[in-house]
C-alpha cells in the first residue's frame, strides 16, 4: 500500500480506505459506463483490481483502478473525480500516479476506453488501437 500527498489531498493504494458505497453510488448511478452496476459488481471489481483512491482529507473525491497481471497487460477503468473536485489536476496527478506505480512498469500494452477523455489520456502515452482488425471483444451490455 502507498501514499502518496498534493496539498490537502492524498491518493492511496490502501483498500481499506476505499468508501465502497461512494464509489458504487458514483459508478451506478453518475457514470455513462456504469450504468446500474450493483454493489456485488463493484466489490468484486475491487477485490480483483489495484486501486487508486483519491481523498480530500479523510472523504474519497476520485477513483480508478487497474486490472493487470503486472507483467504484460493492464487496462485502466472506472476513472473518475467528483465534480466539485475538477478542474484542479487531480485527474492529472491520479494518472501519473498510476502510469509511474511500480508494479505497472514494464507492460507491453496498457489499455483503456473512454467516450470523451480522449486528449487527457494521450498527454500518457494512450493512443487509438494500432492494428484494429486484431482484435475481439465479447460485450454484454
Not at 481523498?55 to 497481471?69: E, H, K, L, P, W
Not at 487496462?75 to 475538477?86: C, T
Not at 483503456?112 to 460485450?139: C, I, P
Request: hydrophobic residues 40%; glycine residues 6%; proline residues 1%.
Amino acid at each position: 500500500m502507498t501514499d502518496y500527498q498534493k496539498d490537502n489531498y492524498t491518493i492511496s493504494t490502501d483498500k481499506t480506505r476505499l468508501d465502497t458505497v461512494a464509489i458504487h453510488d458514483y459508478l451506478s448511478n453518475e457514470s455513462y459506463w456504469a450504468k446500474g452496476r450493483s454493489m456485488e459488481a463493484v466489490l468484486r471489481s475491487i477485490d480483483h483490481s489495484l486501486c487508486f483512491g483519491l481523498y480530500f482529507g479523510r472523504v474519497q473525491v476520485g477513483f480508478a483502478r487497474v486490472i493487470s497481471d503486472f507483467t504484460t497487460f493492464a487496462y485502466l477503468a472506472d476513472v473518475y473525480i467528483l465534480e466539485g473536485h475538477r478542474g484542479k489536476g487531480h485527474a492529472k496527478w491520479m494518472l501519473e500516479t498510476i502510469m509511474s506505480y511500480p508494479q505497472l512498469q514494464g507492460l507491453r500494452r496498457f489499455m483503456l476506453a473512454t467516450k470523451d477523455a480522449h486528449k487527457l489520456y494521450a498527454q500518457y502515452g494512450f493512443k487509438s488501437l494500432s492494428n484494429v482488425d486484431r482484435w475481439m471483444e465479447v460485450f454484454k451490455e
